[in-house]
């Protein structure tokens, strides 16, 4: 049973900057492609940033330069660091892998004031 377990949300002042980690277990992570996405309030969940097996990285251009993901395949761990947030920044961050799980994690709430 694959487990996506995402932290390191909070309140954060525009401007400021936060790292995400999403600890996947119950697949073998060192040959899966993973993903960031965002819900905002009211919206779709929408794709932000991926990262291949191999390191490969791709920003949506709405993140790109501000936003940072990364993996640490002895931690089975993905992370985003994410600098200069913006209001608009705000929702429930949700990792996967790409092609998705079946079964999402909580996600974790980040949440920019202006």
């Known amino acids: 049973q694959v487990q996506l377990v995402e932290s390191g949300g909070g309140l954060v002042q525009a401007g400021g900057s936060l790292r995400l980690s999403c600890e996947v277990s119950?697949?073998?992570?060192?040959?899966?492609?993973m993903a960031w996405y965002r819900q905002a309030p009211g919206k779709q969940r929408e794709f932000i940033a991926r990262i291949s097996s191999g390191g490969f990285r791709l920003h949506d251009a709405s993140v790109k330069g501000r936003f940072t993901i990364s993996r640490n395949n002895a931690v089975n761990t993905v992370y985003l660091q994410m600098s200069s947030l913006k209001p608009e920044d705000t929702g429930v961050y949700y990792c996967?892998?790409?092609?998705?799980?079946?079964?999402w994690g909580q996600g974790t709430q980040v949440t920019v004031s202006s």
């Open positions: 996967n892998r790409i092609p998705e799980f079946a079964n």
């Open positions: 119950g697949s073998d992570f060192t040959t899966i492609d």
